[in-house]
């Protein structure tokens, strides 16, 4: 069973920053692509940046944080960021990260086997 816990969220200014964290219990995943999803109140789970299993491959949610959010993966620690800049109230939501045995990044949540349990990112405006 893969367990990942994210951390790093919290309370921001808006123009504040943030980086995120998820670490991943199996050194399996490192194989697979890892995806950031975000959820606020009322509204569906919406995928924000993946990366494959290389780390080589990077997509992102365009639309939403083009240019200000940056995710990366270090191996070594089994881990995945999503640094976050040029925050804004709009991005106020609980943030997961997800991973899969797949090689490629996707933008579809039921793509993912396994889900951390979110951490709350909250930018005052």
């Known amino acids: 069973q893969v367990q990942l816990v994210e951390s790093g969220g919290g309370l921001v200014q808006s123009g504040g920053s943030l980086r995120l964290s998820c670490a991943a219990s199996?050194?399996?995943?490192?194989?697979?692509?890892m995806g950031w999803f975000r959820q606020a109140p009322g509204k569906e789970r919406e995928f924000v940046a993946g990366?494959?299993?290389?780390?080589?491959?990077?997509?992102y949610n365009t639309t939403s944080v083009k240019g200000r959010f940056t995710i990366s993966r270090d191996s070594a620690k089994n881990t995945v960021y999503l640094q976050m800049n040029s925050l804004k109230p709009e991005d106020t939501a609980v943030y997961y990260c997800?991973?899969?045995?797949?090689?490629?990044?996707?933008?579809?949540?039921?793509?993912?086997?396994?889900w951390g349990q979110g951490t709350q990112v909250t930018v005052s405006s």
């Open positions: 990366i494959s299993g290389t780390g080589a491959l990077k997509t």
């Open positions: 199996a050194r399996a995943v490192n194989n697979g692509a």
């Open positions: 997800a991973c899969t045995w797949k090689i490629t990044p996707s933008r579809v949540a039921a793509d993912y086997d396994y």
